[in-house]
């Protein structure tokens, strides 16, 4: 499946990261607020130069700072 198209959440968001603006996203669980975060994201490593010696470091995104620093000791 995959996403096929933005919500208008997503596409507001979207639109506003690439834009190099602050933003703030608050809705609902399931309406897609980690996608306003990631796609511009995304969009803006893929512009990036190559890094030496191949791909670049993982990335972890997590709901909170709590999450992120217990599965970052993992």
Request: charged share 15%; with cysteine; glycine share 8%.
């Amino acid at each position: 499946a995959g996403v096929l198209s933005l919500n208008p959440l997503q596409r507001v968001a979207t639109d506003a990261a690439l834009r190099g603006d602050d933003f703030i996203v608050h809705a609902e669980t399931g309406s897609g607020k980690t996608l306003c975060y990631a796609l511009p994201l995304l969009a803006m490593l893929e512009q990036q130069p190559p890094i030496a010696g191949g791909a670049p470091p993982p990335l972890q995104l997590t709901r909170s700072r709590a999450r992120a620093s217990s599965s970052s000791a993992a």
